[in-house]
């Protein structure tokens, strides 16, 4: 029963992936414009496709914004699959976060000097967890709540001219879905996806520089030189995910990591991108007195994003290699891969700000593509997520947001885990000068 119930949801994927093609082939209306950009423009004298997650950049002398999510959940998801033997619960409950609010700003020191910098609140802020602990006879226990804190980016940028620019500080990394569609307006789902997660850090700051700019009216480069990742944070279940240094006080540079990435931006609504990353992690362990091991990571991404008042596609593809793994106390797959298909159809284009939205997503990863010789992964790192459901724009800056989602495991043996969601988003701008 679950072998047919599997293979109808993989013919179900793969017939939404051809009709996105084709329904991308029918569409020409390159005069559109996106809610998105509506949002965007609102508040920007010009929004940079090829740079998602950089549109905020083009203050002139100061800036603010806020985002924040609002979540209510039921699933089955209820503890971990790595060590339930029958993987998600029949039980399902239901939760109620935040999780996630967030403030930007920014400050022009001249017309091509200023600085920028986000701050995250994730699940409610700053916290701990539950211990407890003995004091003679008294016991002694003690609530706090979890969340975290997060400067997620703060960097000097200088606009030398439109071909040559520099950004020096805590930087976003140019790959993943994190850095296609960022505020939580910008997609469709009601969290961004799992799929680039499983394999790389889900959100990517390292500290370093990057130069930037137009080749042609077409094409834009950006170039990277930032803070390797730390191999003694791989595992089998996210490859290289829990790598990055960024999250520790010290971050070594001895061996840093390159990224590149190019885009093309030639047809309206349209932007493609490629990305390269490589990076040595000999001399980034936060033990230093770890032998060296010659672990490198290389990754590489292609990306698709077309969104105009009635289609919202955002895709991509990331491929990872990871080079003598084995030296690892535990060691993670030499090849890892992800993907994720992001489509969406306004039922009321001819009122953009007011957009009713039907989505599918799908969502692929494996972090245990190739494993070393005679090490066999843990099937149970496997998944692909399908995901459905509707949105409802109050206006360019808020939403409403619900859908269902079904994971389904690479372990047959386990449940496979779903769930539905309903929350409230927005990403608003009330300061732009």
């Not at 619960?89 to 910098?117: C, E, H, R, V």
């Not at 008294?138 to 520099?166: C, I, T």
């Not at 009635?310 to 993670?332: M, Q, R």
């Amino acid at each position: 029963m679950k072998q047919k119930f599997k293979l109808k949801i993989s013919v179900l994927s793969i017939a939404l992936l051809f009709c996105s093609v084709r329904v991308l082939a029918q569409h020409v209306e390159h005069g559109g414009k996106h809610v998105d950009d509506i949002a965007n423009e609102e508040h920007h004298h010009d929004h940079d496709h090829s740079s998602p997650i950089h549109s905020h950049d083009d203050f002139n002398k100061y800036f603010l914004a806020v985002h924040g999510i609002t979540l209510f959940n039921a699933t089955n998801v209820l503890n971990d699959r790595f060590e339930n033997p029958d993987g998600a619960t029949k039980q399902w409950n239901a939760t109620a976060s935040l999780p996630l609010f967030a403030t930007a700003f920014g400050f022009g020191i001249t017309d091509k000097t200023k600085i920028f910098a986000k701050i995250e609140f994730e699940h409610g802020g700053i916290g701990g967890h539950q211990h407890a602990g003995e004091h003679g006879h008294e016991a002694h226990v003690g609530l706090e709540k979890s969340g975290a804190v997060v400067l997620e980016r703060v960097y000097l940028l200088h606009k030398f001219s439109e071909n040559f620019n520099l950004r020096v500080g805590k930087l976003a990394m140019p790959i993943g879905q994190m850095y296609l569609a960022h505020e939580p307006i910008t997609y469709r789902a009601t969290l961004q996806g799992r799929a680039d997660g499983n394999i790389i850090p889900h959100e990517w700051q390292e500290i370093g520089f990057s130069l930037f700019g137009d080749i042609t009216p077409a094409w834009s480069y950006q170039l990277y030189c930032v803070t390797g990742l730390d191999a003694d944070y791989f595992s089998q279940e996210n490859f290289v995910s829990e790598g990055k240094q960024s999250r520790f006080e010290r971050n070594f540079y001895s061996t840093p990591a390159f990224v590149g990435r190019i885009d093309y931006k030639g047809i309206d609504n349209l932007n493609i991108g490629l990305t390269g990353y490589y990076g040595n992690t000999d001399l980034n362990s936060q033990d230093q007195t770890q032998a060296r091991r010659n672990i490198s990571v290389t990754l590489a991404e292609l990306s698709v994003v077309y969104k105009t008042n009635k289609l919202h596609a955002v895709s991509n593809v990331i491929l990872g290699n990871a080079t003598n793994t084995e030296k690892l106390d535990a060691p993670i797959a030499q090849q890892a891969m992800a993907a994720t298909v992001e489509l969406g159809y306004n039922l009321n284009s001819k009122n953009p700000i007011n957009g009713l939205w039907l989505f599918g997503r799908v969502d692929y990863s494996n972090p245990i593509y190739k494993m070393p010789n005679g090490i066999v992964g843990d099937v149970c790192a496997k998944e692909t997520s399908i995901t459905g459901g509707i949105n409802y724009f109050l206006n360019s800056s808020v939403a409403i947001k619900a859908e269902y989602f079904h994971r389904l495991v690479g372990n047959e043996n386990i449940n496979n885990e779903q769930g539905v969601s309903v929350g409230a988003v927005f990403s608003f701008v009330p300061v732009n000068k």
